[in-house]
């Protein structure tokens, strides 16, 4: 199996949270960080999930384009082609972080190709979208997720909605650092009533516990995992005493109603990653920590062979060092070896789906 078929990827999702588990959603900008990515999964014996945020969409296209829309197709034809490679894993794709001003030149063209797509009998290009609703309203954020849901649905995909906000900053997209970083019990009943628990479509939800964008010293980052359990279970306890107006699959785990996602996971301690899994994280971002681990690599290799990629004094150098390829496969490496530490701190390395 490579690139996952909407019916694997639920399985995916299942396996993950009946077994304690979450995927590495890991973001790339190009055919490099993909392998790069790629490599890492299969290294790890990992399923996982490959994305594009709106700045790595554009940048995939090449600067002199820059359309998200084609970036997003040129990623996913490369994913879809390469991956062929790794039968023994399986990846889903998704689009990460869309905020309202992008909706309509990214996210929903994207959605209306693959509803096309599935009307002709083939399947959708990518496998998930996030609509990122933390700069407007609540009441906002979830009347465009559900209309978005209903268009996942007919696309075959799923939704990824965040409630709050994620302190930081991420391709241009900034919040601060204080209390709208937390959300409540309240802001989860609001979205169950609203969406579902399934029953209207599929889709996962990043409640936000502290979360921030980017790389903190220790201190800065006040993360607060039991949020996610005390969201949890009071929409569980609200179903089951039908205070909360939905419907939970039999298969559902115990006080586990929502399929929960982990944003802004760069320098958290391997204890709060593990405390987040266990309340129903399924999927964690990781971006900070694998663009370091690539960048470090090259970095490493220009200034082991300083005197090489440069002429430096008159001389012609290296060729072999300053090609692209060679400190290409160290980054490939280094990145690779990062996205397995992220698998085996989330739980799913060696869990690949037979």
Same mark, same amino acid.
């Given at each position: 199996?490579?690139?996952?078929?909407?019916?694997?990827?639920?399985?995916?999702?299942?396996?993950?949270?009946?077994?304690?588990?979450?995927?590495?959603?890991?973001?790339?900008?190009?055919?490099?960080?993909?392998?790069?990515?790629?490599?890492?999964?299969?290294?790890?014996?990992?399923?996982?999930?490959?994305?594009?945020?709106?700045?790595?969409?554009?940048?995939?296209?090449?600067?002199? &384009?820059?359309?998200?829309?084609?970036?997003?197709?040129?990623?996913a034809?490369?994913?879809?082609?390469?991956?062929?490679?790794?039968?023994?894993?399986?990846?889903?794709?998704?689009?990460?972080?869309?905020?309202?001003?992008?909706?309509?030149?990214? &996210?929903?063209?994207?959605?209306?190709?693959?509803?096309?797509?599935?009307?002709?009998?083939?399947?959708?290009?990518?496998?998930?979208?996030?609509?990122?609703?933390?700069?407007?309203?609540?009441?906002?954020?979830?009347?465009?997720?559900?209309?978005?849901?209903?268009?996942?649905?007919?696309?075959?995909?799923?939704?990824?909605?965040?409630?709050?906000?994620?302190?930081?900053?991420?391709?241009g997209?900034?919040?601060?650092?204080?209390?709208?970083?937390?959300?409540?019990?309240?802001?989860?009943?609001e979205?169950?009533?609203?969406?579902?628990?399934?029953?209207?479509?599929?889709?996962?939800?990043?409640?936000?516990?502290?979360?921030?964008?980017g790389?903190?010293?220790?201190?800065?980052?006040?993360?607060?995992?039991?949020?996610?359990?005390?969201?949890?279970?009071?929409?569980?306890?609200?179903?089951?005493?039908?205070?909360?107006?939905?419907?939970?699959?039999?298969?559902?785990p115990?006080?586990?109603?929502?399929?929960?996602?982990?944003?802004?996971?760069s320098?958290?301690?391997?204890?709060?990653?593990?405390?987040?899994?266990?309340?129903?994280?399924v999927k964690?971002?990781?971006?900070?920590?694998?663009?370091?681990?690539?960048?470090?690599?090259?970095?490493?290799h220009?200034?082991?062979h300083?005197?090489?990629?440069?002429?430096?004094?008159?001389?012609?150098?290296?060729?072999?060092?300053?090609?692209?390829?060679?400190?290409?496969?160290?980054?490939?490496?280094?990145?690779?070896?990062?996205?397995?530490?992220?698998?085996?701190?989330?739980?799913?390395?060696?869990?690949?789906?037979?």
């Amino acid at each position: 199996m490579t690139i996952a078929t909407p019916e694997r990827y639920a399985q995916m999702l299942d396996a993950a949270r009946r077994g304690g588990y979450a995927y590495p959603a890991i973001n790339v900008t190009s055919s490099q960080t993909l392998n790069a990515a790629l490599q890492g999964l299969a290294d790890a014996g990992s399923d996982g999930i490959i994305q594009v945020s709106v700045g790595g969409a554009a940048y995939f296209s090449g600067q002199r &384009v820059a359309d998200r829309v084609t970036g997003s197709l040129a990623f996913a034809a490369f994913a879809h082609e390469v991956a062929r490679k790794y039968p023994n894993i399986t990846v889903a794709l998704h689009t990460d972080h869309c905020a309202k001003q992008y909706l309509g030149e990214w &996210v929903e063209p994207l959605l209306d190709i693959e509803i096309d797509e599935v009307k002709h009998g083939r399947e959708p290009m990518f496998q998930s979208h996030m609509w990122d609703g933390s700069t407007v309203p609540l009441h906002e954020n979830i009347e465009i997720a559900r209309r978005l849901l209903d268009k996942s649905v007919q696309a075959h995909t799923v939704l990824e909605i965040e409630i709050g906000a994620v302190g930081g900053e991420e391709d241009g997209h900034s919040a601060e650092i204080n209390e709208k970083l937390y959300s409540t019990v309240e802001d989860g009943v609001e979205v169950a009533n609203a969406l579902g628990l399934g029953e209207r479509g599929r889709y996962m939800a990043a409640f936000t516990f502290g979360n921030v964008h980017g790389a903190y010293k220790p201190g800065v980052v006040k993360l607060r995992p039991g949020l996610l359990h005390e969201i949890q279970q009071g929409v569980w306890n609200g179903v089951q005493s039908g205070t909360v107006h939905a419907v939970l699959d039999a298969d559902v785990p115990e006080g586990k109603p929502f399929e929960l996602v982990f944003h802004g996971g760069s320098g958290s301690t391997a204890q709060e990653i593990a405390e987040a899994v266990s309340y129903g994280v399924v999927k964690m971002n990781i971006d900070t920590d694998t663009q370091y681990a690539f960048t470090r690599a090259v970095a490493g290799h220009m200034f082991r062979h300083y005197d090489e990629v440069l002429k430096v004094d008159g001389e012609v150098g290296n060729k072999k060092m300053y090609d692209p390829r060679s400190w290409g496969r160290e980054a490939e490496d280094s990145m690779a070896a990062r996205v397995v530490e992220a698998c085996e701190r989330l739980g799913s390395a060696g869990r690949a789906l037979k």
